[in-house]
């Protein structure tokens, strides 16, 4: 007989140890499905099992068994920036996609030049239970929300900003006016507009020189108008413009912050506009070099004025000197003058009075003189003038002594004796020649020698 095989059941506490093993996977399955921790700066949109939903925006462990939820960042980014891959949507670091990052974006300005425009747009999601359930309901998720509808309103609004200005005006200092009306786009819709061509004047018309009958009033030649693309907006009855409204905002959705932060054009563009500012630095350049040469003309004007008003300031001053120098020679001239004449007056002055002194001394003389000769006069008719006789008489004698008191002769005369009368120079005759001379000289003196009795 064949022997049946032995079945081998497990004992009773394996069976236990499986069964509880499959209970904690199940209570740990349970309670996974169950807790979760709401993280701050989320909200969250729970479905419970019982068909009913809750809105989580509190921090901590939250308790729903058996449900499913899905996480919403309160606030979601949408930016185009460079070394992104087209329609990319890249995650922030946690499990729930919040952002979406593009490559720069291609916008069309009025004049059609089109460029690269890198931007960034914040938004806001409803926080109160009913505007945030209906956005969840339409949008069942934040991946939704960005591709069908953030996305979309970031390039529409981004190329309908970009359609309001031309390039050149853009690059010509309306930058701040491009991100303010994106940003106000972004917030309050995009503006209804319409394109029209508009015929303007140039403003710098040419003026031809060819008739030369007209001188200076040329007629105008060539065209001085063009035809420039303006970009008006529609407006309502009350004058302000109309918007197509942006529909993220019947959900409650507001945007934070709208920014543009670099626009790169074609390459054509570029080209265009350095030879722009090329044209623009020649022009600048001229600009300076004939304000050079203007200056350099005015100082050549100021030089020669200043050479001229040296030149006059040295003759007058010339002027000045001989003015002064005639003036002071013609005044020396007048005090050397007056002084001669001072001098002449003074001497004549001077010669008058000493003619007066002198002829006062004359006077005096005369008067002393006639006054001397009047007391000689006097005396001598008084005594006959004996006492100038006796002087006189009295030197002459003298005169007599000391000549024959000196004279040289011989101590013995020896004469002839002949009795011939002639005289040897004996004592006697001496005497009687001596007599002689004496009687010559009173005679001369005009004097009678003998006494006279009255």
């Not at 505007?131 to 934040?142: D, T």
């Not at 040289?408 to 004796?417: D, I, L, M, Q, R």
């Amino acid at each position: 007989m064949d022997e049946k095989p032995t079945v081998k059941f497990p004992s009773f506490n394996k069976v236990k140890v499986a069964v509880g093993a499959v209970l904690a996977l199940i209570i740990g399955y349970v309670l996974s499905q169950s807790f979760f921790y709401a993280e701050p700066g989320y909200i969250y949109h729970v479905r419970t099992v019982t068909g009913n939903e809750a809105v989580v925006t509190e921090i901590g462990y939250k308790f729903y068994p058996f449900s499913r939820y899905n996480s919403w960042k309160r606030a979601m980014t949408v930016q185009a920036v460079s070394g992104s891959s087209q329609d990319a949507i890249t995650s922030e670091k946690d499990a729930n996609n919040a952002s979406a990052s593009l490559p720069p974006l291609s916008i069309m300005f009025l004049d059609q030049v089109d460029a690269h425009a890198q931007a960034t747009v914040r938004f806001s999601i409803p926080s109160d239970e009913e505007s945030f359930l209906k956005l969840a309901h339409e949008y069942r998720s934040p991946e939704n929300l960005l591709r069908t509808a953030l996305l979309p309103v970031f390039k529409e609004t981004l190329q309908a900003n970009a359609s309001l200005m031309t390039a050149e005006e853009y690059y010509a200092g309306g930058r701040t006016e491009f991100n303010s009306e994106f940003e106000n786009q972004m917030r309050s819709g995009i503006y209804l507009v319409k394109r029209e061509e508009v015929n303007v004047k140039s403003g710098r018309s040419a003026i031809g020189s060819a008739n030369i009958a007209l001188g200076t009033d040329q007629e105008e030649y060539g065209e001085d108008d063009k035809t420039i693309f303006v970009v008006q907006k529609v407006l309502d009855a009350t004058g302000q413009p109309r918007r197509k409204q942006q529909r993220f905002t019947d959900y409650g959705i507001t945007v934070v912050s709208a920014l543009v932060t670099d626009i790169k054009p074609n390459q054509k563009f570029i080209e265009r506009m350095q030879l722009k500012q090329k044209a623009s630095a020649d022009r600048a350049i001229a600009r300076e070099q004939r304000v050079q040469e203007e200056e350099q003309r005015l100082l050549a004007i100021a030089r020669g004025e200043r050479e001229v008003a040296e030149r006059q300031a040295k003759a007058k001053v010339d002027q000045i000197q001989k003015t002064t120098e005639a003036q002071t020679e013609k005044q020396l001239a007048i005090t050397r003058a007056e002084k001669l004449k001072a001098e002449a007056e003074i001497q004549r002055e001077t010669a008058e009075i000493n003619l007066e002194k002198a002829r006062i001394e004359a006077e005096t003389q005369r008067t002393l003189a006639d006054a001397e000769a009047y007391q000689k006069q006097v005396i001598l008719e008084a005594d006959n003038a004996l006492a100038q006789k006796l002087e006189a008489e009295i030197k002459i004698q003298q005169l007599w002594a000391e000549a024959y008191a000196k004279r040289k002769v011989p101590t013995n005369v020896f004469g002839s004796g002949s009795g011939s009368g002639a005289p040897v120079g004996n004592d006697y005759e001496t005497k009687a020649f001596m007599q002689m001379l004496t009687l010559d000289a009173a005679k001369r003196l005009s004097y009678d020698r003998d006494m006279v009795k009255e």
